[in-house]
Every structure is written in C-alpha cells, then in structure tokens.
C-alpha cells in the first residue's frame, strides 16, 4: 500500500504541468526521489552520494519552457551547421582518427564519414560538451513537472551510470536537457549503447574519441543502418514535379522516380538500385531536393529532425570529398508567433485545415499552405515563402523579406 501511494504521489508530483520550482518544492522533491530511487533498486549509498547533492538550476527551467521568437528556416539551420570549417576539420578528423574509423566500419558497418559527421554536429568533433551538470539538469527537469515522468527514469539512469564507474559525477556534465558526452547521448542511450573501446574498463563517452565513436557506430547498428547504403542524395526535379509526392507517405522505388523524371543535379540517370526512396524538398520549389534512403529514418532514430538528418548525411558526403549542393537553400521570411497563429487562423479560415492554432510552423501548417497553393495556382510545396505570404495576408506586399 505504501509502494503503491508513494507511486501515485510521485505521479500527481512529476505530471503537472509547470510547476513553480522554487528551492523548498525543490528540496521536497528530492525527498520523494530519494524513495523512489531505492523503489527502484538504486543502492541507499548511491542515492545519497550523488541524489542529496542535485542543485536546481533555475537555466534549465527557463531553457526547458522558452519558445523560439521566430521561425528558423531549413537554409538556417544548415548552413550554421555544413560550413566550410566545420568540413575541414572534419576531414582533418577523418584523416587523424582513419585507423580507428576503419575498425568501427568492419565490426559495426557504418562507414567512417557518417561517424565523424555525427560527432562533428553533436559536439564540434568533441570540441564543447556542454557544461550543466547532468544530475543538476535531470533533477530540475523531473522536478519541474512538465516531462517530469520521462526525465526521472533518465534521473534514475544517470545514478547507475555513476554506479557503475564510467564517469565521476564532476565530470557528468552536458546539455541543460540531460545529452551527455561527444554523442550527447542520454543516459538511457548510454546504458544500452555506450562501449569501452579503448579497454580501460571504462565507458568514457566525455574524454575518450575512440569510446564516443564506437558508441555512435553501436547506436546506428542497433537502430538498422543498412550496409553499403548512402542516406540519400541531392537529386533534380523536372519542371512539372507534383510537389504532393514529396514525404514519407509516398516512398517509391528509384526506377519509379526516374520514370517521373528525376535526376542527378547533373543530368545524369538515378542509379539503378533495387531500394525505395522518399523525396524530400525543405525549402521549397526553388531549393535543393532529396531523395531520402533507408538510412535517412535510421539517422531520424538518433534525432527526430529531417534537417538533422539531411545535414548529417550532406556533411558525411562533404567530409568524404564531395562538392556543395548544386541549389543554395533559399531563405524563408523570419515570422514571430503571432505571425504564424493568424497565418493558421486564416488557412483555417478558408478551410485548409492548418490545425491547432498554437503560432508553430509545423507540418500540418505546412500541408495546409500546400492545399492553399494549389487552390491558387501556385506551386504547391507548402513553403512558406514571401510569395505565398504575402498573397495570404501574412506580409505586407512592399516587404522586402527575402523569399
């Protein structure tokens, strides 16, 4: 009965939605994950050697409820991100580390360039880790309610790494949502994929390249990366594309797409592989296309993003010596929350069915602009270009934003 009460209260504790945590409803806290620790299984000494030292950390509460002001465009994120010093020291990465790279790819099957790739974008090639405290980070997180049920369970985690020995809980430190090391892995990621490579009995994902990379390419495996498959490719679209072909739902095999009147940038035939492919288009007609392979989704395991893993693979190609993409990613207008809720008010307004109005350019705005272009012969790419915009109501017809 006892069991069962703490865990209800726990519960009640950890789903509100945004409690005001302040360090008495802090220290309450703790005092309830103490218990539900040892519930857990969690040694008494444990807990109380690391649980009983957790601070709050009043930035990860404000990063944890912040919103981004603006909308951030494909063309943003990418090229923040594939810059020419970031491909150089990638290269100069891959050279250094080859030895290594190459023993990952015989016994995991991911060739050496995606790994650089992912360590490059997690961390700068283990350039900066973070520098929250993660038992800090986790305990805030759990306590401050919001996602408070999943981040005790990473809490929880931590506190057995520590257990275990791979790391002192000075050094466990990274992001203000608890990712960890030169992967930024979570402690439930680590538990189940960290490796000790080096063979110095530890799992040292913070101070040890060899460790972090091996634990990447055991993560991939186990998330299905297919051998001897790229993540994709920069194709070209024919003129006459239907841009309501493009996304996931409408995966095809490549002799299909060629069919369509696909391309290489270059003109040339696709390849004749026998393997499905989705199209993938982030900004718009007048951008780059994709065709999306299986090992996309397997890179969409490690993060969620299509950008994410469209900027992983086009690094993986750069470090492996391939060229820039043949279109330059347009830039979208920059819109504030209040922007992008009466642009979701008006398409539902006119019956396209944007969904929620809650000023979030997510997908179902995005199929919405494509049902409204369509409607008004238009290009129908569902970006949210100045064009489109503009023509809805969104910005005014002088403004000079670019499209």
Excluded at 96 to 117: F, K, M, N, W
Excluded at 211 to 237: C, I, K, P, T, Y
Excluded at 277 to 298: K, Q, T
Excluded at 333 to 358: H, K, M, S, W, Y
């Amino acid at each position: 009965m006892a069991t069962r009460f703490l865990l209800i209260s726990l519960f009640l504790f950890f789903s509100h939605p945004a409690l005001a945590l302040d360090q008495e409803s802090f220290a309450m806290c703790i005092s309830k994950l103490r218990q539900a620790g040892l519930e857990a299984g969690l040694p008494a000494q444990v807990i109380s050697q690391h649980l009983d030292d957790a601070k709050l950390n009043e930035k990860v509460v404000e990063l944890d409820r912040s919103q981004p002001e603006f909308t951030s465009s494909f063309a943003d994120y990418f090229n923040r991100r594939v810059s020419e010093q970031r491909i150089e020291k990638g290269r100069e990465k891959y050279r250094s580390h080859r030895q290594l790279l190459d023993t990952l790819t015989r016994e995991y099957g991911i060739p050496g360039h995606y790994l650089v790739a992912f360590w490059g974008l997690e961390t700068n090639y283990g350039g900066y880790l973070g520098n929250i405290p993660t038992l800090d980070a986790l305990a805030t997180l759990t306590c401050e309610g919001r996602r408070g049920e999943y981040f005790q369970g990473e809490l929880f985690n931590a506190l057995r790494i520590l257990q275990a020995g791979d790391v002192s809980a000075s050094q466990m430190k990274g992001s203000w949502a608890g990712a960890m090391g030169q992967t930024q892995f979570m402690p439930a990621v680590f538990l189940k994929h960290a490796q000790d490579h080096d063979g110095d009995g530890r799992r040292d994902l913070w101070g040890s390249s060899a460790d972090a990379l091996a634990s990447g390419a055991h993560f991939l495996q186990a998330l299905g990366w297919e051998r001897e498959a790229r993540w994709g490719r920069e194709v070209s679209l024919p003129t006459d594309f239907d841009y309501q072909l493009t996304g996931f739902g409408n995966k095809r095999p490549l002799a299909d797409w060629a069919e369509l009147g696909l391309t290489l940038p270059n003109g040339q035939p696709l390849p004749s592989a026998d393997m499905e492919a989705a199209v993938i288009v982030p900004s718009g007609h007048e951008g780059p296309a994709f065709l999306a392979y299986h090992n996309f989704r397997v890179i969409m395991g490690w993060n969620r993003s299509e950008s994410y893993a469209i900027t992983v693979g086009r690094l993986a190609d750069r470090i492996a010596g391939a060229g820039p993409l043949s279109k330059t990613p347009p830039q979208a207008p920059r819109l504030n929350r209040d922007q992008v809720t009466r642009l979701q008010q008006i398409l539902n307004e006119q019956g396209f069915d944007a969904g929620e109005e809650d000023g979030l350019m997510g997908p179902g705005t995005r199929k919405a602009i494509a049902r409204y272009q369509q409607a008004n012969d238009l290009v129908a790419d569902g970006f949210p270009g100045k064009n489109v915009l503009t023509r809805i109501g969104i910005l005014p017809a002088a403004d000079q934003s670019p499209d």
